[in-house]
């Protein structure tokens, strides 16, 4: 705030960040601390730099409505980071390949894994979900990941028929923030055992030598 503020001289009121009945102080009613949330405000000065906050009664031009602020009042501020993207994407055991190559799989009900992080340490959950033919086909959460930890899901038995193809993603979210997507794994389901077997023919003999001239 500028130095030179003052009653007779504020500075321009831009917005309204929270607001909150309260009767503390007046006659009968002892001084009670007040809780408003700045968040909105504060958000908007870490992409700007700076952050000017006032505090006034809603209608300063009623006596009756009229309030007298602590000369010391606190901003808390509760920093979180945003989850990474998760990483080391498998299906089953087997790792991922960099798209666009596709994993052949041969189960009709794969288990999906992918590895979360936190910076802050944060236990998050894991949204999975897996799309076909360019439309989302459905999805699962895992909760209560440990940083570092693998999150998994199983697609249920029958969403995929035999030689289709499918992709899946996943992204983490701790207690307020949501992190960005993994990278698309694609799968190619092989879920059924060759229908002939294979043909065995007899071993034959060869015998090579050296024919007289």
Known sequence: ???????????????????????????????????????????????????????????????????????APRLTVDYNSVPEAPGRQQVE????????????????????RATLSDVDGDVMDAE???????SRVG????TKIPDG?????????????HESVFSWRVWAKDRTATGAWSGWCGVLVDAEPPRVAPLVSPLKRYEFGVRPG
């Open 139 to 142: 999805g699962a959460v895992a």
């Open 128 to 134: 999975f979900e897996w799309w076909a033919g360019g």
């Open 149 to 161: 930890s693998a999150a998994q899901v199983t697609v249920p038995r029958g969403v995929f028929a």
């Open 1 to 71: 705030m500028e130095q030179d503020t003052s009653w007779d001289r504020q500075p321009e009121w831009l917005s309204k960040v929270d607001s909150k009945p309260a009767s503390s102080g007046a006659a009968g009613c002892p001084a009670q601390p007040v809780a408003l949330n700045a968040s909105a405000a504060v958000a908007q000065a870490a992409d700007s730099g700076r952050l000017t906050l006032g505090l006034r009664a809603e209608q300063e031009w009623n006596r009756g409505a009229w309030k007298s602020f602590g000369t």
């Open 93 to 112: 055991i087997l790792d991922c390949p960099p798209s666009p190559a596709e994993l052949v799989l041969y189960t009709p009900a794969p288990v999906l």
